[in-house]
């Protein structure tokens, strides 16, 4: 894996977050993707969580879908992103 623990990029809808990941492999790097929704804990700590209700779930899908378009654009510049570079865990090899 990668040492920077930087992420590439960070989306938001609402009260949901993408938070999208270059990673290195020995077959290259990738993207990934983790989502997270804020919330406080009893003490009043902000935590982040990653499930998610109901009223949730449109947010994320629309995160979703613009992280997946990033990372397409992204991969694209590096000139080697075809649909069948899609990784099993989800990241796009580019």
């Known amino acids: 894996m990668a040492t920077?623990?930087?992420?590439?990029?960070?989306?938001?809808?609402?009260?949901?977050?993408?938070?999208?990941?270059?990673?290195?492999?020995?077959?290259?790097?990738?993207f990934s993707t983790t989502f997270s929704r804020p919330f406080k804990d009893q003490s009043g700590v902000w935590r982040n969580g990653t499930s998610f209700g109901l009223s949730d779930l449109e947010a994320l899908l629309t995160v979703a879908r613009e992280a997946k378009e990033?990372?397409?654009?992204?991969?694209?510049?590096?000139?080697?992103?075809?649909?069948?570079?899609l990784r099993p865990s989800g990241g796009f090899l580019f």
């Not at 990033?70 to 570079?85: D, N, Q």
Request: proline share 5%; with cysteine; aromatic share 10%.
């Open 4 to 30: 920077n623990n930087k992420p590439a990029n960070t989306l938001r809808c609402g009260n949901i977050k993408a938070t999208i990941w270059e990673n290195t492999s020995e077959k290259g790097p990738f």
């Open 70 to 85: 990033w990372i397409a654009a992204h991969a694209l510049k590096r000139g080697a992103y075809s649909m069948g570079s």
